[in-house]
């Protein structure tokens, strides 16, 4: 059997690291205007939450990938680079980023930097770090179905979100949303 103790441990190390700092960072940003329903957000947060418990629970050793020493090691890799991808979309964002679907006054609508590549590069990010957790943990029918849910959650709120963009931002945004995909480049 593989040895993926420093993997998982490396993932761990990651995770924490990111919730703790996007934690943190959630103190700098500018006012709300108009909130998502507190309904909505309990309903993505917690398909997103029981997805994450899939994916990272050890219910039983049932890998759907090879044995392999490198495989982790590209997980880790493919983890670190979603959780850094979103950070160059909060940073991008500043103070018009929220963890809720929101907009914020004096909103301006954001076309650059990571948002030109994919309209939600924030949960593109995630998806793509929780895809590197699910390779580290062995590709697990518990953690495809985990990735699945958090990928539901996301789906649901970008799709909130983009209903509160067009409101907002009418003409330009379907313009935006026209040449740019919504979250996986090149793709969709």
Sequence with gaps: MRNVTLPVAVIWGLWNVWLVSWIIAARWSSAVAVKQPARDRFVQSVLVLAGAVLVFARLKPDPLLPESDW??????ALALAGL??????RIHLGREWSAVVTVKEDHHLVRSGPYAITRHPIYSGILLA??????VYGASAHALLGLALVALGFVLKL?????FMIGRFGDAYRDYK??????????W
Aim: proline letters at 9%; charged letters at 15%.
């Design 159 to 163: 799709r909130q979100e983009e209903r």
């Design 130 to 135: 929780f895809v590197g957790s699910v390779i």
């Design 71 to 76: 495989l982790p090691w590209a997980g880790v």
């Design 84 to 89: 850094a991808f979103t950070w160059w979309a």
């Design 178 to 187: 026209a040449r740019v995909p919504g979250l996986l480049p090149g793709i």
